[in-house]
């Protein structure tokens, strides 16, 4: 056999067309590729649905308690206006309504002189 080239045949194959020894390396850097962007993908939406829960964070307990459980069931029903309330309740400020009324309480009992309330423990029977 010679190793001379048909006439008919091109000097230089495109990329696209895999060597003699089968590696495609167009069928891996592609792989590779649409491995990645779905990876990336992913990641974005995932941070992209977390947004009302990291603005919620710096607020109340309870209003980011609120805003983590209409995100999880944003995420487990796709039903986006679980996830539009979570974000809207992120960036309301709600305020804190229990203090000035505990103050108010407290300072109500020692004008009256009253003993506070005790302290009820429950028991296991």
């Known amino acids: 056999m010679s190793q001379a080239l048909h ?14 020894d089968g590696a495609d390396p167009l069928l891996l850097g592609t792989g590779v590729f649409l ?6 993908f992913g990641l ?3 941070r992209l649905h977390t947004l009302p829960e990291r603005m919620a964070h710096r607020t109340h307990k309870l ?26 309740l992120a ?3 709600i305020p804190d309504f229990l ?7 407290d300072a109500s ?8 309330p005790p302290v009820s423990r429950k028991r296991d029977h």
Request: no cysteine.
């Open 99 to 105: 203090s000035p009324l505990r103050r108010i309480a």
């Open 63 to 88: 209003q980011f308690e609120i805003v983590a459980v209409l995100g999880l069931l944003a995420l487990f029903t796709h039903i986006h206006a679980f996830w539009v309330a979570g974000l809207l």
């Open 44 to 46: 974005l939406f995932l």
């Open 109 to 116: 009992e020692r004008m009256a002189a009253a003993p506070p």
């Open 35 to 40: 491995i990645l962007a779905v990876v990336g």
């Open 7 to 20: 006439p008919s045949a091109p000097h230089h194959l495109p990329v696209f067309i895999p060597g003699p």
């Open 91 to 93: 960036l309301i400020d």
